[in-house]
């Protein structure tokens, strides 16, 4: 495991059309990727921000999560435990990849993504 870049940061939202407006009117961003109320995506350098409806959000999350992309998931649970982090939950996403939910030692929900590997 070694971790490679922040993949995205997402905030979550109650009505995706409003902020999605905001944040195209406040800052110039530009639309990249829309999955209808669940999620919008914007390229910011290179890297992703994003808008996340609660139910397409990790469980629990509120406010802000920084997704780290990381080559695999294999050792990153162990890693996180055992400098006292907690592990929530992991997505598999299919041909996207998976997700690892965290808890860090101060409770804030953050996440490690992992793409599918090529075939």
Known sequence: M???RIQSV???V???DKAQVFYERALGLT????????WSQFGVG?????LSSAEEAAQGATGTVVVFEADSLEGVRQSVEAAGGKF???R??????????FLDV???IFQVFSRQPSA
């Open 14 to 16: 109650r009505d995706m």
């Open 88 to 90: 929530v939950s992991e």
């Open 92 to 101: 598999d996403m299919g041909s996207h990849g998976r997700v690892q939910v």
């Open 10 to 12: 997402y905030t979550v």
């Open 46 to 50: 290179g890297s992703n921000f994003a």
């Open 2 to 4: 070694a971790i490679q």
């Open 31 to 38: 639309l990249k990727f829309r999955d209808q109320s669940r």
């Open 106 to 108: 101060e409770n804030q």
